[in-house]
């Protein structure tokens, strides 16, 4: 069963490129990597997905290295907006939703 | 298109009492999913329904069900409620439920359960 490892939190600077690493070393082979971003009393909204290599939209990336075992999501020029939850989360979705596992959460907090 | 809705947003209860939370998904979506989310232990799968069929549960105890309407929305129930069951419950609907290894979970903004 994939679990992952997350940074509790981290701290930026407004207009900072952010790079929050999981880690996943048990991540089998059907597994897909997502990204969410959680505010404050709010459900958790979708970043990026991806399975391997590198993925890129309109708000960030995300590197997979050849082994899978880890993530990196990457922000480019992080802003005020963007403080908050970000949770990594390892599984696939073909058998349904009980083969996802959250991470921990790295809480970002993006300073003037 | 509407987002997943979930009902109450807050809601007080006592110890022994029971709650009802309900969740309608963004339509066309046939997988709805439940999740915990407290301070200690963070976001944990509670159950995922299907075509009103249960797939999946997680590891909570039996006072913890669910069930699936024909129209996908979603009710999860929680009985003889104790003090530790205060969370944030969250709904989530997928469109993909089957055959596909990716997916996207939508999820709604939760119901805000206290028990005293």
């Known amino acids: 069963l994939a679990k992952t490892t997350q940074p509790i939190s981290m701290d930026s600077y407004e207009g900072q490129e952010v790079n929050i690493t999981c880690s996943h070393n048990?991540?089998?082979?059907?597994?897909?990597i997502t990204w969410y971003q959680q505010f404050p009393s709010q459900g958790p909204r979708f970043i990026i997905q991806g399975y391997k290599t590198k993925v890129t939209n309109e708000v960030a990336s995300l590197f997979i290295p050849a082994d899978r075992k880890s993530s990196t999501l990457s922000l480019p020029r992080v802003s005020l907006s963007d403080t908050a939850v970000y949770y990594c989360?390892?599984?696939?979705?073909?058998?349904?939703?009980?083969?996802?596992?959250f991470g921990t959460g790295t809480r970002l907090t993006v300073i003037p | 298109k509407a987002g997943v809705t979930q009902t109450p947003r807050y809601l007080i209860k006592t110890r022994g009492q029971q709650v009802t939370l309900s969740c309608s998904p963004i339509?066309?979506?046939?997988?709805v999913s439940w999740y915990q989310q407290t301070p200690g232990q963070g976001l944990q799968f509670l159950f995922e329904?299907?075509?009103?069929?249960?797939?999946n549960k997680g590891n909570f105890p039996g006072r913890f069900s669910g069930r699936q309407f024909s129209n996908s929305r979603s009710e999860m129930n929680v009985s003889t409620l104790e003090l530790g069951d205060s969370a944030l419950y969250l709904c989530?609907?997928?469109?993909?439920?089957?055959?596909?290894?990716?997916?996207?979970?939508?999820f709604g903004e939760g119901s805000r359960l206290t028990v005293l």
């Open positions: 989360l390892v599984g696939e979705y073909q058998t349904g939703a009980n083969n996802l596992f």
């Open positions: 329904y299907f075509s009103e069929t249960q797939r």
């Open positions: 048990n991540i089998a082979t059907n597994d897909y």
């Open positions: 989530a609907s997928m469109l993909h439920g089957q055959g596909r290894s990716s997916g996207e979970l939508f």
């Open positions: 339509s066309g979506h046939r997988s």
